[in-house]
């Protein structure tokens, strides 16, 4: 699917206008009196630090009372603050955005506020009439079945030739495992290994959100009959071409029907929202055979920290992920034991997409860098989209975030 050079990216963020808001006058007026957000910040750091340029020129420290993450922001304006205050973690961007702060590295003081956000409480997230604002335009992304549509196309659509520019060679855009001095796609052929160690000899496979289909591809190699389903017509066209031996649909979650000895399923979930998990794992329950197995790969925000999140919308829901949301484990779970599917041998490695994420940026920086990007994605969009890999990669350095591989078994037998 072609689509015009001159709006490539805006579908991210011209859709994210409604999440815009500016400083009133009365904020502006009053922005110096926000220092005391300072205080604020300075209180709630037990380990690491924050040196701060402030407007006037003058500096100050935030923390330092132990070894943590170190950070350097020049906060050129009051309005940064007004944002963070007020809007939260899109506030934040916005400012950075409009150039209210900068940092020569942002990744090491994403990581502190994530390691610290219990302690911090609302100070860095939208409030009152903000929150609502926020949720209310969150809401209008829901993924009803056409709302799906929607979103996974402002997202994985942005072209092929705009992702291979930056992924290891296999397209895979999802957290590696063990990354470590070889290839960022040895870790990504070790991700599919640990996933299909889970699901054994599998004869029929049904796989949930297929990307560009090289783990459909690694499994039919293995003598798997797979079935892999997308709603993105750029990934599926990409993975038909590539990937030969799978049967590659055009199909909602929702709709798949069939019974598999066993369900794959990578970073899709969190794209979902809450109020569809019991769907996707009704999804699970209903396609998996008595004694099959659903290897499942997702991502969590912390248990403690996330009915705070849920209640507003952050800067990867307003910005990059239309009508998304990191998945609470113990909810999760308790979804698919309610639905006769056991939990097991979930293992964690979220450093290992904090490392993902590094790589990702630095193949990005390089392609902007050697014009190797594909035309039509202006500056914005590519300052954009750095910032994202950025925000990511400290939030799980922080803590807040986690990846995860859990096995799903489901009672009975065959």
Same mark, same amino acid.
């Given at each position: 699917m072609d689509m015009p050079t001159s709006q490539r990216g805006h579908s991210l963020t011209d859709g994210a206008r409604r999440f815009s808001r500016q400083p009133g006058l009365v904020a502006r007026l009053v922005a110096p009196g926000f220092a005391k957000v300072l205080d604020r910040i300075d209180a709630a750091l037990t380990s690491g630090a924050l040196h701060a340029t402030l407007p006037d020129g003058s500096k100050r420290t935030l923390g330092g009372r132990a070894a943590g993450f170190e950070c350097e922001v020049d906060l050129r304006?009051?309005?940064?603050?007004?944002?963070?205050?007020?809007?939260?973690?899109?506030?934040?961007?916005?400012?950075?955005? !409009?150039?209210?702060?900068?940092?020569p590295d942002p990744v090491p003081l994403f990581a502190l506020f994530m390691q610290h956000a219990a302690r911090l409480g609302d100070t860095a997230r939208a409030k009152g009439p903000f929150r609502h604002a926020l949720k209310l335009a969150h809401f209008w992304n829901?993924?009803?079945?056409?709302?799906?549509?929607?979103?996974?196309?402002?997202? /994985?659509? +942005?072209?092929?030739?705009?992702?291979?520019?930056?992924?290891?060679?296999?397209?895979?855009?999802?957290?590696?495992?063990?990354?470590?001095?070889?290839? +960022?796609?040895?870790?990504? $052929?070790r991700k599919w290994n640990e996933l299909s160690d889970r699901i054994g000899a599998a004869s029929r496979v049904l796989e949930i959100g297929c990307g560009w289909g090289a783990l459909a591809g690694h499994l039919a190699d293995r003598g798997s009959e797979v079935t892999a389903i997308s709603l993105s017509d750029e990934q599926l066209a990409w993975a038909r071409a590539h990937h030969p031996g799978p049967d590659f649909r055009r199909q909602d979650y929702r709709d798949a029907s069939g019974t598999f000895d066993a369900?794959? =399923?990578?970073?899709?979930?969190?794209?979902?929202?809450?109020?569809y998990w019991p769907n996707y794992m009704d999804c699970i329950a209903r396609n998996l055979k008595p004694g099959g197995r659903a290897a499942i790969q997702y991502i969590s925000m912390r248990d403690d920290l996330f009915e705070a999140y849920a209640q507003s919308a952050d800067f990867i829901q307003a910005y990059i992920f239309p009508g998304g949301l990191?998945?609470?484990? =113990?909810?999760?779970?308790? +979804?698919?034991?309610?639905?006769?599917? !056991?939990?097991?041998?979930q293992i964690d490695f979220g450093i290992d997409?904090?490392?993902?994420? $590094?790589?990702?940026?630095?193949?990005?920086?390089?392609?902007?860098a050697d014009g190797?990007?594909?035309?039509?994605?202006?500056?914005?969009?590519?300052?954009?989209?750095?910032? /994202?890999?950025m925000y990511c990669e400290g939030g799980f350095r922080g803590g807040g975030i986690d990846v995860h591989q859990v096995t799903l078994v489901k009672e009975g037998r065959t």
């Open positions: 304006s009051w309005n940064a603050l007004v944002r963070l205050a007020s809007n939260g973690s899109v506030g934040w961007y916005q400012a950075w955005e !409009a150039g209210e702060w900068a940092s829901r993924n009803t079945q056409q709302g799906a549509q929607r979103n996974i196309a402002a997202h /994985y659509d +942005l072209g092929n030739d705009f992702y291979t520019a930056w992924l290891d060679p296999t397209i895979s855009y999802s957290s590696a495992l063990a990354v470590g001095s070889d290839a +960022l796609e040895a870790a990504q $052929k369900i794959v =399923s990578v970073e899709m979930v969190e794209a979902l929202g809450r109020e990191l998945i609470r484990t =113990s909810e999760f779970r308790a +979804l698919a034991e309610a639905r006769g599917l !056991a939990w097991r041998d997409y904090a490392e993902t994420l $590094k790589v990702w940026r630095e193949n990005f920086d390089r392609a902007e190797s990007l594909p035309t039509g994605f202006d500056a914005r969009f590519c300052d954009l989209w750095r910032y /994202y890999l």
